[in-house]
Antibody, heavy 127, light 107 residues
């Protein structure tokens, strides 16, 4: 059974830092890209970051660039999100999600989607 | 960035109703459009990927279609467990944007 379990959330003051972790099991972690997605209070889902299977490619949403750092440890089946210079607007539930590339029966690329998600961890930025 | 505009933002429907949610992309995204269901306190769940492919384990009452830059999620006969918020999401490029969501409520 595929499982993704986030941890590390909590209350932090503006300007502070927090490191989120996502422990995975039930699949070969090193074969998949991974993602962070967040949901801010009363708002919708927002993609935060993606990291390729070997960490060769890492992408961030513009509002997180320079403040957030995504990394992974394939030996420990773990994904991380280091969040610095936190702002009130970073208050959200943070989810880790596995990425899956889709190829149709003819071999044509059909896109990328988040096929498994964790339950999320709440980050609250407040003084 | 690619913008995804969902409509409506919310709707009220009864069990058994046919429900249609639309997602319009600000540019061509081919078929790189996915649909998710999200219930409060739960992990989001993928329903449809690549515009029209049904994720394994998802009931067949859910379907997706594409016409140019317009995408549609249809629930053929709404069930009690379908009351949730639905999001479209594009994977054409980064940032992998989501639509603003459509909340489906009980009438």
């Amino acid at each position: 059974e595929v499982q993704l379990v986030e941890s590390g959330g909590g209350l932090v003051k503006p300007g502070g830092s927090l490191r989120l972790s996502c422990a995975v099991s039930g699949f070969t972690f090193s074969n998949y890209s991974m993602n962070w997605v967040r949901q801010t209070p009363g708002k919708g889902l927002e993609w935060v970051s993606s990291i390729s299977s070997s960490s060769s490619y890492i992408y961030y949403a513009d509002s997180m660039k320079g403040r957030f750092t995504t990394s992974r440890d394939n030996a420990k089946n773990s994904l991380f999100l280091q969040m610095n210079s936190l702002r009130a607007e970073d208050t959200a539930v943070y989810y880790c999600a596995r990425g899956n590339d889709y190829y149709d029966s003819s071999g044509y690329y059909g896109g990328y989607y988040f096929d498994y998600w964790g339950q999320g961890t709440l980050v609250t930025v407040s003084s | 960035d690619i913008q995804l505009t969902q409509s409506p933002s919310s709707l009220s429907a009864s069990v058994g109703d046919r429900v249609t949610i639309t997602c319009r992309a600000s540019q061509n995204i081919n078929r790189y459009l996915n649909w998710y269901q999200h219930k409060p306190g739960k992990a989001p769940k993928v329903l449809i990927y690549a515009a029209s492919s049904l994720q394994s384990g998802v009931p067949s009452r859910f379907s997706g279609s594409r016409s140019g830059t317009d995408f549609t999620l249809t629930i053929s006969s709404l069930q009690p467990e379908d009351f949730a918020t639905y999001y479209c999401q594009q994977s054409y490029n980064n940032p992998r944007t989501f639509g603003q969501g459509t909340k489906v409520e009980i009438k």
